[in-house]
């Protein structure tokens, strides 16, 4: 099925380093939505973007759902240990799309002590 | 727990036997969806349940795949005659209304077809 194209795949960073990741589509989404997902769980939403331009902060994370509607962006400031995992960008469509997601294919994130 | 619970949480299977894996949503939660995510992959939409509505299966792989959700409330997604193509961790989200409320997922059944 259709996936978006998240970049990068994996990064290795030092704690107190900023994290910087995005995703890129063809297509247009209404919605972008960012998850963390630790290993044996499901993802957890993270941040939600529903407006073209819009910026959101959640503590040291910030979105972006791009100007086009066909990009989105998370930074971390900051990394922490327990900020490692996989970052899972999505894209919703809405309307009668509901709940039907597209996700890239994820940022392995390893933070060093 | 007040999360949405999947059972089992490993399945191992032979080749061409059927499996049933469930799913428990959060109470109240109208929308009912699976996912499956294939090792290193990102999440794939397989089937959506909102309500009464007939399901959007839009994303099943093949006629082998099956849904169902009874009473509104568990779900239960039925593979039938295995291939090893079909182990993935297969997930369950839950949402209240089925609108633009987040997904709220299980931890996942990991199936490993042999």
């Known amino acids: 099925g259709q996936q978006l194209n998240q970049s990068p795949q994996s990064m290795f960073i030092q704690e107190g380093e900023d994290v910087s990741m995005n995703c890129t589509s063809s297509?247009?989404?209404?919605?972008w939505l960012w998850y963390k997902q630790d290993p044996g769980e499901g993802p957890v939403l993270l941040i939600a973007?529903?407006?073209?331009?819009e910026l959101t902060s959640n503590g040291r994370l910030t979105a972006q759902f791009g100007i086009t509607r066909k990009d989105s962006f998370l930074n971390i400031s900051a990394s922490i240990p327990s900020d490692v995992g996989i970052y899972f960008c999505?894209?919703?469509?809405?309307?009668?799309?509901?709940?039907?997601?597209?996700f890239g294919q994820g940022t392995i994130l390893t933070v060093h002590p | 727990g007040a999360g949405v619970s999947q059972s089992p949480s490993n399945k191992v299977t032979e080749k061409g036997k059927d499996v049933e894996l469930r799913c428990d949503p959060i109470?109240?939660?109208?929308?009912l969806y699976w996912y499956r995510q294939s090792l290193g992959q990102g999440l794939e939409f397989l089937i959506y349940f909102q309500g009464n509505s007939a399901p959007d299966k839009s994303g099943l792989p093949s006629d082998r795949f099956s849904a169902e959700r009874t009473g509104g409330s568990v779900s239960t997604l039925t593979i039938q005659r295995t291939q090893q193509e079909d182990s993935a961790v297969y997930l369950c989200?839950?949402?209240?209304?089925?609108?633009?409320?987040?997904?709220?997922f299980g931890n996942g059944t990991r199936l490993t077809v042999t």
């Open positions: 297509s247009i989404f209404n919605t």
């Open positions: 973007l529903y407006k073209a331009g």
């Open positions: 989200a839950s949402s209240p209304q089925g609108d633009n409320s987040p997904l709220h």
């Open positions: 999505a894209g919703q469509l809405g309307g009668t799309s509901y709940g039907k997601l597209t």
């Open positions: 109470s109240g939660h109208t929308a």
